[in-house]
Structure formats: C-alpha cells, structure tokens
C-alpha cells in the first residue's frame, strides 16, 4: 500500500531508528528496493530527484511504485527529492506522490522560508507532509550542486525555520555530502544532537552513501528519521550492469544485466555474473545499518509470509499491514542504531 511518510517518520522519531529512503532510476531499482524492504519488513521510502522525473516525468515512477505497493505489505511512501521549486512539488502532489522536498536550501533563509511555507501549506491542505532543507549538504545531487564546505545548520535557526513554515521534517546539514566522497565523511554528531532538541519534526539525513555504517547509527541515535541513498545504489547497479555485460558479451536481453545486480540476492547464491559488484545492490540492501538481515520476526503480521522469493503478493490476513506493526522490525534496517 502506498502511504504519506507521516506515520512513518513519526514512528521511526518515537521508537528511535530511521527509514531508510532510497532513490530510484529505473524498473529494476523499484524492484529490487521492494524485494530488500520485504526481505527484511522494513517500511521503504522510494525517491525520485528533479533530474531524475525530467526525463521520465513524474507519472512513470508513480505507476512502477504504486504497482508495487499494491503487491507488498510493507509500507511503501513515494517520495519527490529535492524538488526544485514550487511548480514541481505542486505537479508531484497533483500526480500522486505521497511525500515531497522543497529545497530552498540554496536560498537566503528568508527566501527559503517564503519557498518551503508555500509549499507545507499546499501539503498540509491535501494531508502531503513537506521535507524542507536547512543549511547545505555539500556536493552535487543532479542538477543542484553545492559550493564549498558544508556549513552545518544551526539550532536556533533550526527551530524558527520549523516554526515558521510548517515543514513536516528537515534535512540538515551535518557534515554529509552528495556524490562521491573524496575524503573521510564526519557527522558531526553534536550538532544533530543540539537540533534534534531544538526542533520536534523529524530530522533527515542527505548524502548517506559512503557513511561508515558506525557513523549513521549514531546519527540516528542522535535523532535522525529518515537517512537517504542514492550513489551507493547507482554505483551498485552500474557496475552490476556492467559486471554482467563484461562476462556475457554477447547478451543483448538488456532484461539479464538489469536484474543481475538485484537477482543474486534473491537466491541468496551466486548469480549468473559472480561478479561482486553484481552482488553489491542486493547486499547493500539487506547489509545496510548491520545485522540488517537478522530477521527479528514475530511482530508483524507478515512474518511467515515470503512474498518476495515468489515475487506474488503477500499472504498477510490483514493487508495492509499497519505501519505500527512494523515499529519493532525498524531496527532491522538500521540494527545497531536503536537507541538503548
Ligand atoms: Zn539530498
């Protein structure tokens, strides 16, 4: 089922763990973020960025995540990153997309406010939360490049920037960065630590991939909610497409390397391509946070159900199953982040 991120950013916020958020390029990203949020009965945040939905438009990837929502019982949200601007959110809203981002960070703090008010207000009226960013995460994520360092949010400004605009959560600046990292990332921890008891929504992390695991986990018990990724899983699917291309030069099924980053975690065995980057998507998946694949079961209704290895829908007797159900399973994405 296709659900808002409310109750589940407001849950994660209360039991302490984070969702995990991951943009998707394609059909097989959808797929494959689907399978690895089954496997481990985890709610899932799928994403799109601007750059992304200029070239599909925002109706192709709300048909391929609305289509597997339907086939799931985790909690599925869809989610527009980064919107650049007013019109973008209005038209992810308009085509049914269940969270969305205004990012004025690139605005004065003024200007961003004026941005991010207009559109919390457009989402509270259709019951849409608004992610809203303060303060930069350095880096390049498609079209939006950031320069120089990274200057960390402030609290205080933290707490009218909420007040102020209605923003349901916010992306903070903390030291993290978009893209590749060139050098060791550092969170620094205290001053999440110092907004996450300045502000009450829910705080979200950007440029996650490249973290240390042991890096988010703290972040996380500092109060991060939601934690996104998005060149971790390029780079998994590209060099798993690629891998699969190298070793079957003569495939022309472009269905074979699209799955093949994802398939060899369905079986838990070696693909066709024993390529570890081909194994990488899957294993990033189910890996993340440690201990991620340790089901911890018993909780959710689901459990005994294996929709994934069949790919059918799940068996659950109440479909869909409800994001609270999933509360305790949170700490299966991020296992050593739980707080206590
Ligand atoms: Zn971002």
Not at 105 to 120: G, M, P, Q, Y
Request: charged share 20%; hydrophobic share 40%; aromatic share 6%.
């Amino acid at each position: 089922m296709l659900v808002t991120t409310k109750d589940m950013l407001l849950d994660a916020q209360k039991n302490h763990y984070a969702v995990g958020a991951f943009n998707v390029e394609n059909l097989e990203f959808v797929m494959a973020v689907l399978a690895a949020a089954e496997e481990t009965k985890s709610p899932v945040i799928m994403q799109t960025t601007s750059g992304t939905i200029k070239m599909t438009g925002l109706d192709y990837f709300y048909g391929m995540v609305k289509a597997a929502a339907e086939r799931t019982s985790v909690p599925v949200a869809l989610h527009l990153d980064h919107g650049d601007g007013y019109d973008r959110c209005m038209k992810a809203l308009r085509t049914g997309y269940t969270s969305v981002m205004i990012d004025g960070s690139h605005e004065t703090f003024e200007d961003n406010i004026a941005l991010t008010k207009l559109v919390a207000d457009a989402g509270a009226a259709m019951g849409v939360p608004v992610e809203a960013e303060l303060g930069k995460v350095g880096g390049k994520e498609d079209d939006v490049e950031v320069e120089g360092e990274s200057p960390y949010t402030d609290p205080d400004e933290a707490r009218e920037f909420v007040e102020r605009t209605g923003c349901t959560s916010l992306a903070i600046g903390v030291g993290t960065s978009h893209g590749v990292y060139t050098a060791e990332p550092h969170i620094e921890q205290d001053v999440v630590k110092a907004i996450r008891a300045a502000v009450d929504v829910p705080l979200v992390l950007h440029g996650t991939s490249g973290v240390p695991d042991e890096q988010v986990a703290e972040a996380v018990k500092n109060g991060i909610c939601k934690v996104n990724y998005a060149t971790e899983l390029r780079q998994a699917f590209t060099k798993g497409f690629m891998a699969y291309m190298a070793e079957n030069p003569t495939c022309f099924d472009p269905k074979k390397p699209g799955q093949a980053p994802w398939a060899a975690r369905k079986t838990s065995t070696p693909c066709v391509s024993s390529s570890p980057e081909a194994l990488r998507l899957g294993a990033f998946f189910i890996g993340r946070g440690s201990g991620g694949s340790e089901l911890t079961g018993g909780a959710s209704p689901c459990s005994g159900a294996a929709p994934f290895r069949q790919m059918t829908p799940c068996r659950c007797p109440v479909p869909p199953c409800p994001p609270r159900a999933f509360a305790a399973l949170g700490d299966i994405t991020f296992g050593n982040a739980k707080r206590g």
